[in-house]
């Protein structure tokens, strides 16, 4: 028989052992608790625990982006110069923080979102999308397709997410009038997985506005959020850190439903110019420049040319749907309602030189679309550059009628206007009065129409209808151009609209509608190592899952 000593040594290793099982374990639970981004999800190796330091010169107020936030309206009228513009919350928050039923990739070509795919009928009037399964929000609530109908209610609406509906399978949404999703009959979620949208009248671009803010999906159960401080979203990073209008730190969702992020964590910080931005980016104080300007890109693009590779910085070209053109007022009282006068300027102007000196020229244009655009032809040969044609077409008017031209900028085209206003007095007449405003008169003069020329950037993707807009700035009323921008809002598919909408273009650009002039380019910066970052697009939206160190 063993002894008491015998047996108590035997409690004492029993003890002892399960004690030590005890503390691994705790331990390993405490690890999982506060280092869950160090352990690998989905593919392995795709994922570390860095954290990626971005620097950017704007920064959201408030982290609301609904349609219906006050804050978006004022931040996307930053520059009264510029159309189609996204608001910094979008730009941070739509693809890392919120999903949306499409997406873009880097070539603006759409792509499964939140709808793993769609089908739509002949005539163009039903959508029917698949929407992902095994979604949550990062609040825990699962995501299905009554999310998606309420989501589009708020957009349809214009109300905030917090308004109650009805969730239940079949729960439907109509709306008669003609907006941003076109004219809805009804949108429908006849299970979890499928949401059907109606349409009175086809509209080609739908499924690029659910890409948009439009398209973003919402909890519909998130009562009482404070959207401005929180964001609730299924995206691949949750909010852990905002201090408006100075930074914004994401960290990596680890119950993504999709591919995680290849970093534990983003901090995006705001610096007040190019300069601070760029010292940030050399001391080391941030690893990637998104969005820098262009004379300050090509700045920093010559410095690292001279530093040691150890330490290189390189900065990327990439392209953009921003189109910079001198706008014309066509209004009656405007020298520019004439169209041999509009034609003349055309030609008087250097649009092909314009295009190689602007350190953010990504090429030329010539007409309202993009090549990033459906329906993009290259209309640069219809008016080069021609002294003489322009003026014998000026001759045609009398010393009387054709006196001066006034052309209103603000400080940011100083520069370029007075380029153009040179261009355009090479000749003996005109003369150009040109103005240079403050913001806030700038967006005072072209609201109530006192201007004849003026220099500004329309930014967004098919924003080319604005020119026949009744309600836009432009007062182009030609009836020809109406009836092809409603040809092409009439097609069914996407080969017909963008043959449509090239038809339209050339049309707008043969009648000198505008001098568009170039496309704009935007420029992102990195430090050595630093990966899988956006080149392109960047002034829409900042996609972040991919970027990592090393």
């Known amino acids: 028989m063993r002894s008491r000593r015998d047996n108590a040594w035997v409690q004492w290793g029993v003890f002892l052992g399960v004690a030590a099982l005890l503390s691994v374990l705790v331990w390993a639970g405490w690890s999982v608790i506060n280092h869950r981004s160090m352990i690998p999800f989905g593919d392995a190796g795709t994922e570390d625990a860095t954290t990626v330091k971005v620097g950017v010169t704007d920064m959201p107020e408030s982290l609301d982006i609904r349609p219906s936030a006050s804050s978006e309206a004022s931040e996307a009228a930053a520059d009264p110069t510029a159309i189609d513009t996204v608001s910094p919350a979008e730009r941070l928050l739509i693809g890392n923080v919120y999903e949306t039923l499409v997406t873009v990739d880097q070539q603006n070509r759409l792509q499964p979102g939140l709808a793993t795919k769609w089908t739509v009928a002949n005539d163009g009037l039903t959508y029917t999308l698949t929407i992902a399964k095994n979604v949550t929000f990062s609040n825990g609530h699962t995501l299905d397709a009554a999310d998606v109908v309420w989501s589009l209610q708020q957009a349809v609406n214009g109300q905030a997410a917090s308004q109650t509906t009805n969730q239940s399978a079949g729960n439907s949404i ?34 690029r506005t659910l890409s948009g803010k439009l398209g973003v999906v919402f909890d519909a159960e998130a009562d009482g959020t404070d959207y401005a401080a929180k964001a609730v979203g299924s995206g691949p990073f949750i909010v852990r850190g905002f201090r408006s209008g100075q930074s914004l730190t994401l960290a990596r969702n680890d119950e993504y439903h999709g591919t ?20 940030a980016l050399q001391n080391g104080d941030i690893e990637l420049a998104q969005n820098l300007g262009a004379d300050a890109a090509a700045s920093l693009q010559s410095e690292s040319a001279k530093a040691s590779t150890t330490n290189g910085i390189t900065v990327t070209k990439g392209a953009t749907t921003s189109k910079v053109m001198l706008a014309y007022n066509h209004g009656t009282d405007s020298l520019l309602s004439d169209e041999q006068a509009r034609k003349a300027f055309r030609y008087q ?16 244009l010539g007409g309202p679309i993009s090549p990033l655009e459906s329906g993009y032809e290259d209309l640069t040969g219809l008016f080069p550059y021609d002294t003489a044609q322009a003026q014998s077409m000026f001759g045609y008017f ?23 206003k040179q261009q355009i007095e090479q000749g003996p007449r005109p003369s ?14 072209i609201q109530t129409g006192t201007w004849e020329m003026t220099l500004m950037s329309m930014d967004g993707t098919d924003d080319a209808g604005l020119f026949v807009d009744g309600n836009g700035p432009f007062h182009y009323d030609r009836a ?6 409603a040809s092409a809002r009439a097609a069914t598919n996407d080969a017909d609209y963008a043959e449509r909408m090239k038809t339209y273009a050339r049309l707008l650009s043969e009648d000198a509608a505008a001098d568009w002039l170039y496309t704009r380019a935007c420029f992102t910066a990195a430090r050595s ?18 970027v990592r160190i090393g």
Do not use: M
Request: charged letters at 15%; glycine letters at 6%; proline letters at 4%.
């Open 174 to 207: 109509s709306n008669s009038d003609t907006n941003s999703l076109g004219s809805l009959a009804s949108v429908t979620n006849p299970d979890a997985t499928t949401v059907v949208i109606t349409l009175n009248q086809p509209n080609p671009t739908l499924l």
């Open 260 to 279: 995680k992020a290849a970093s534990a964590a983003v901090t995006v910080t705001k610096y007040d110019s190019d300069a601070a931005l760029v010292k």
């Open 349 to 364: 102007i250097d649009a092909a030189g314009i295009t190689g000196s602007q350190a953010d020229s990504d090429g030329a």
């Open 398 to 420: 009398g010393d009387q009628y054709l006196t001066t031209v006034n052309l209103v900028v603000t400080e940011r085209w100083r520069t370029l206007a007075e380029t153009i």
């Open 432 to 445: 150009v009065n040109l103005e240079v405003l403050s913001d806030a008169d700038y967006a005072a003069r």
């Open 480 to 485: 020809e151009a109406q009836q092809a921008y």
């Open 529 to 546: 190592g630093v990966s899988g970052y956006p080149t392109a697009l960047t002034d829409q939206r900042l996609p972040l899952a991919n």
